[in-house]
């Protein structure tokens, strides 16, 4: 079982990546200036999110089982 230091470690990394993709993204001023690289920020952002969720999810069903 993973101890709580590493667990958010684990968390804290992507998430932060993922909010200063997100304000890098959102401090655009317009939409419908966004390109490619925009959307593909904001892409790589949710995986960031995604990737922080799943690592939780797995430490909290991880401490029901045992």
């Known amino acids: 079982m993973r101890n709580r230091r590493q ?13 200063v993709g ?3 993204v959102a401090s655009k001023p317009r939409f419908e200036t966004f390109h490619t690289v925009d959307v593909i920020q904001l892409i790589a952002t949710g995986m960031c999110f ?8 797995s430490f909290f069903l991880g401490r029901r089982s045992n």
Do not use: C, D, M, R
């Not at 995604?50 to 999810?57: C, F, I, R, Y």
């Open 7 to 19: 667990v958010v470690s684990s968390v804290v990394a992507p998430v932060f990546i993922g909010l």
């Open 50 to 57: 995604g990737a922080a969720l799943g690592v939780l999810v």
């Open 22 to 24: 997100l304000y890098n």
